[in-house]
């Protein structure tokens, strides 16, 4: 994600008995470094500067965590298109394509 944007966290509980729960409120969340991005303690992280933190929920003894990548803004890439967007060549014979 891009600095000074955010992005959600969920925390899902995992139980014995097959069943799950819902924790995100729950949870004590953390970043490795806040000077990268902050969370706060719904879940919301915060980019602050480019690189790269760990996020960590944690609730009593167990814990679990996700890597978040700071970037600069404008530098994701979306999307690319092919050109042509339909070909068709003879055997044995080749085909240029543009990516763009």
Known sequence: M???STQQFSATGKYSDG????LTSSVLWSSSDTSVASVNNAGLATGVVV????????????????????TNAGTNLTGITLSPVAASVPVNTTQQFTAT
Do not use: C, E, P, W
């Open 19 to 22: 069943s799950s729960k819902d």
């Open 2 to 4: 891009a600095a000074s």
């Open 51 to 70: 690189g790269v933190v760990t996020v960590t929920a944690q609730f009593g003894a167990m814990q679990g965590s996700a890597t978040l990548n700071i």
